[in-house]
């Protein structure tokens, strides 16, 4: 069996947190090791652990997805961070994608494509799907 994908997820709501936790608990390749409720417990958990995946919420209290995807990416350029937020529009996915994101996902994607964008992100490096794909393209920016 290959090493387990190690997550981080970072979402203040902790109801869908703890969720997508027992989620993804049910995949044998998945560890989550970071739990955290706002992106000042991620920089602080970053500090010790090491990780394969961050699973990002933008909206957030004491530091928002915004600035924690900024330090994070400043502070550990190659770390994959996929969004997994309920601001899915274009401006918001042209953003983050343009600043480095692995990849970008609505809060109500089907798990099964949650896990998909993770094994490909931790494979590959980054997962456009068609939405995203036609976004960035649509915006002149692939």
């Keep these: 069996m290959s090493a387990l994908i ?16 027992v989620l993804l608990k049910q995949f044998d390749d998945f560890e989550v090791v970071l739990d955290c409720g706002n992106g000042k417990e991620l920089l602080e958990g970053l500090k010790t652990i090491n990780l394969d995946i961050i699973l990002l919420d933008i909206e957030m209290a004491l530091m928002g997805g915004r600035e924690t995807f900024d330090r994070v990416k400043y502070k550990y350029p190659r770390q994959r961070i996929i969004m997994l937020t309920e601001h899915f529009s274009d ?37 456009y799907d068609t939405l995203i794909a036609n976004v960035l393209i649509r915006a002149g920016t692939t």
């Design 6 to 21: 190690k997550i981080a997820i970072v979402e203040d709501f902790e109801l869908e947190r703890k969720g997508l936790i």
């Design 91 to 127: 401006s918001y996915i042209i953003e983050f994608m343009k600043k480095g994101a692995a990849s970008f996902l609505s809060k109500n994607s089907r798990i099964e494509k949650v896990v998909e964008t993770i094994r490909r992100v931790h494979q590959q490096g980054i997962c």
